[in-house]
Structures are given as structure tokens and as C-alpha cells.
């Protein structure tokens, strides 16, 4: 049972996952930090207001603490972004590349003579009767 076991973690599999779970915690905490750092004093600068935790209302007597809300809002939309043009963006473009077919070899040629398009194995134009060489 223990040989299962070892034969089970030294999969290829799970391997690849544990390595990805622990190379995707540390992205998530690069990207934390771009935005709480970066990102998110940006946004402050420009409506001049850096935290809205204390943003709230009043009514009937119950108060909404609605400004940890536009926080979290404005942390996901960031993360998302974030993710979206260092993350996605960029492995499309290179899967795009490593995807690309070379082009195909033509089935025709030109006549030198009359430059009609004839198959490729032509011995003669069907247009000029020209002998191609």
C-alpha cells in the first residue's frame, strides 16, 4: 500500500499541480501586491479619496458600511485586470505563435510566358502551350 502511494505522488500529475498550486499562491501575492500597492494608491490619487472603508449611511438606524464594499469592488476589478493583461494576454500571443502553421506549398506556378496560373507538375501551359521547363 505505501509503494501505491509513493507510485501515486511521483506521477506526473501530481507533481505538475503541486508545483502550479504553489507557483499560483505566489503570483496571487505579486498581483496583491501590485494592486494594494501600486493600483490602488493610483485610483486614491485620482478621486482623492485613498481608503473608502469609512464611506457609510444611516437608515432608520441601521448603518451601511457600503465603502469596504467599493474596496473589495475595486481590488477584484484591479486583480482581474491585472491578471487579464500580464497573464492572459501575453500566453495567448505565444500560443498564437507556437500555433502557427507554417504555409502550405503551392499547388500552382506561373507561366514565364503568358503568367497564367498552372498546376505545379505542368510540363506545358494550358493557356500559351508553352513548354515549361
Known sequence: MLSEFKQFLL??????????????AAFGTVVTALVRDLLTP??????KT????TLSFTLNGSQFMYGDFINTIIAFVLVAA??????VKPMNILTARARKE???DPTTKKCPECMGEIPRDAKRC???TQIIS
Open 126 to 128: 494550358r493557356y500559351c
Open 50 to 53: 485613498p481608503d473608502f472603508s
Open 102 to 104: 507554417p504555409p502550405a
Open 82 to 87: 491585472a491578471v487579464f493583461f500580464f497573464v
Open 11 to 24: 506521477r506526473g500529475n501530481v507533481v505538475d499541480l503541486a508545483v502550479g498550486v504553489v507557483i499560483g
Open 42 to 47: 493610483l485610483i486614491g490619487a485620482i478621486v
